[in-house]
């Protein structure tokens, strides 16, 4: 099982960014996908989430209107669309995989990370 995210970097203030996490190794149409962060000295926060086909999308209130979650099945892969960046966004993003199996217990997948840095 892999989940290699890209796509981070250093962008200024109000600035843009697009990470992807491709995923490999387990079937990734089955997985809710999401995407987390961690701030220095901080827990690993829950940014955003989508369902298995793509038709719900959950956001944290400190970034909706501003990221945007999606996913393209056909290429086991995940984005993250991050608009108007703000210094708060600094992080490093990881990507998620679950699926639980109904009282069986579920299969938790992590990346390893992607260096997000918002500063002028």
């Known amino acids: 099982v892999q989940l290699v995210e890209s796509g981070g970097g250093l962008v200024q203030p109000g600035g843009s960014l697009r990470l992807s996490c491709a995923a490999s190794?387990?079937?990734?149409?089955?997985?809710?996908m999401r995407w987390y962060r961690q701030a220095p000295g901080k827990g690993r926060d829950l940014v955003a989430a989508i369902t298995s086909a793509g038709g719900r999308t959950n956001y944290a209130d400190s970034v909706k209107g501003r990221f945007t979650i999606s996913r393209v099945n056909a290429k086991n892969t995940v984005y993250l669309q991050m608009n108007s960046l703000k210094p708060e966004d600094t992080a490093v993003y990881y990507c998620?995989?679950?699926?639980?199996?109904?009282?069986?217990?579920?299969?938790?997948?992590w990346g390893q990370g992607t260096q997000v840095t918002v500063s002028s």
């Open positions: 190794g387990f079937t990734f149409s089955s997985y809710v």
């Open positions: 998620n995989a679950l699926r639980s199996f109904d009282g069986l217990g579920t299969n938790n997948y």
